[in-house]
């Protein structure tokens, strides 16, 4: 089944990486194999809401096709993941694609263990089936830690050996991603902890309301930095956040990260546990989009959740993050333009728009009688504002205006990807902006600009093969 199906549901995505049906939250293991990538998801095969997790699986040999598979990871009764296989990545071990993943018991109390499953058949480029050790790999945290949370293996290589990180929080309230030398895929090592809350430029970058680390990802950068993501965990999601520093062995062969500078992830309010493919010349991610309607009207639509379009992650000179949609993306732009300049144009559902603002300029995408979904571009005082105020929100953090700063400059770029409910908003290759919004059946999807601005607009339509 193809990603690109009508689907009946307009807030459902047609574009981005969702299950046919019910639930869909973290993305789990990017990974590419015999030409295809593959990506993996957690998901409830029976009901949008999050409970019985398993692992979706996709493929695509672009990022803009997407083939459905089987489920990849099922919880086995009476076993290490019976009540869910969690989070996690995969890896080429020696040949064989291997799934790192938790798995939670029936007694979970927030420490997980870690499970490994491996294609049965390698040969296979679309890995439809998967095989679980029977036993754990680690069982839990390591003992003297006080380790409250534990979960999320992510594997990397560094200094000709393979390494772990595993999400944690503390008994005392300090988050950190522990550090375990896997180099030996069933024999794993604890190696101490790579970076803790209590870091001065974590501290300064994330605050003190999270009380664990999950989804511990990290890539290198194209100046041989390193770039930790984790997201931030207070008792729910709270976002997301990056570090970005030099990695440096440390006693006894250990190694730490050496932080430089850090900040939020993504500047909205429905963006978390992004995962990362490091892949030769770049890096990709791709983040979970929670639904931010009632749970009435999600039990109504039958699916929830979604992951986002695949973005292309690197830092600035000034240590700072770069991110752009991958330029796979434009796969999906159809072959002439809705928009090509300031005006009106009416919106499809699905649409890629380019704006760039030369003076201040107000683009204008959904309005009703008392309210408009609106982006202010000021290249003067290097702002862009996301007003979505008076749109309904069900989730606790609110609908207020959110404003990403830039550098002042002559002028100022943004670029919106809008799939169905799910908004992207990316401000120059600094910054972005993940939200969910809702068409209610009297609002007006009308593209309005009023400014001095170049502007580009393409529908998002099926990609024509070959």
């Known amino acids: 089944m193809s990603l690109a199906a009508p689907a009946p549901d307009p807030h459902a995505p047609r574009f981005r990486v969702r299950p046919p049906a019910n639930w869909i939250n973290d993305p789990n293991g990017p990974f590419r194999w015999r030409g295809r990538h593959h990506l993996f998801y957690q998901h409830n ?28 990871l099922t919880p086995a009764p009476g076993g290490s993941d019976e009540a869910g296989c969690w989070s996690g990545c995969v890896v080429d071990d020696a040949g064989t694609p291997t799934a790192v993943y938790t798995g939670v018991d029936r007694t979970h109390t927030g420490l997980g263990t870690i499970c490994l499953a491996r294609a049965a058949d390698p040969d296979d480029d679309r890995l439809l089936r998967w095989r679980p050790l029977p036993t754990p790999v680690v069982t839990g945290p390591p003992a003297g830690l006080d380790v409250v949370m534990f979960r999320d293996p992510f594997l990397f290589r560094h200094a000709g050996r393979r390494w772990a990180l595993v999400g944690a929080g503390h008994a005392d309230g300090t988050p950190s991603v522990l550090l375990y030398d896997c180099d030996e895929l069933t024999e794993w090592r604890f190696a101490g902890v790579l970076l803790a809350g209590d870091d001065p430029v974590a501290a300064d970058a994330f605050g003190g309301k999270a009380v664990g680390w999950e989804c511990p990802q990290l890539y290198e950068t194209h100046g041989g930095d390193h770039v930790l993501v984790v997201s931030l965990w207070d008792g729910t999601p709270c976002g997301t956040g990056y570090l970005t520093g030099r990695l440096e062995a440390s006693e006894g062969s250990r190694l730490r990260l050496v932080t430089r500078s ?42 929830a959740g979604v992951l986002t379009a695949p973005r292309v992650v690197d830092v600035h000179q000034d240590g700072s993050l ?19 300049g300031p005006g009106r144009a009416p919106l499809p559902v699905s649409y890629d728009l380019v704006v760039t603002a ?61 799939d169905g409910s799910l908004l992207e908003l990316f401000v120059e290759d600094r910054a972005t902006v993940t939200e969910r919004v809702y068409r209610g059946p009297g609002d007006v999807a009308e593209l309005v600009v009023d400014g001095d601005a170049e502007v580009s607009g393409w529908e998002q339509v099926p990609p024509r093969h070959g």
């Open 45 to 72: 095969p029976a009901a949008p809401v999050h409970t019985n997790v398993h692992w979706g699986h996709v493929s695509s040999a672009d990022l803009v096709h997407w083939e459905h598979h089987p489920v990849a």
């Open 262 to 303: 850090g900040g939020r992830l993504d500047q909205g309010r429905d963006f978390y546990a992004p995962a990362v493919l490091q892949e030769p010349g770049r890096a990709l991610m791709w983040g979970w989009s929670w639904e931010a309607r009632d749970d009435s009207a999600v039990l109504a639509a039958g699916w």
């Open 322 to 340: 770069r991110v752009t949609p991958a330029p796979e993306l434009e796969l999906l732009r159809a072959q002439r333009p809705f928009a090509s």
């Open 358 to 418: 030369r003076d201040r300029t107000m683009v204008t995408l959904l309005r009703a009688a008392d309210r408009a979904l609106t982006i202010l571009l000021d290249p003067a005082a290097g702002t862009v504002v996301l007003d979505r105020s008076g749109w309904p929100r069900e989730r606790a953090e609110g609908s207020a205006p959110i404003t990403v700063d830039v550098r002042p400059g002559p002028d100022l770029a943004v670029r919106v990807l809008v």
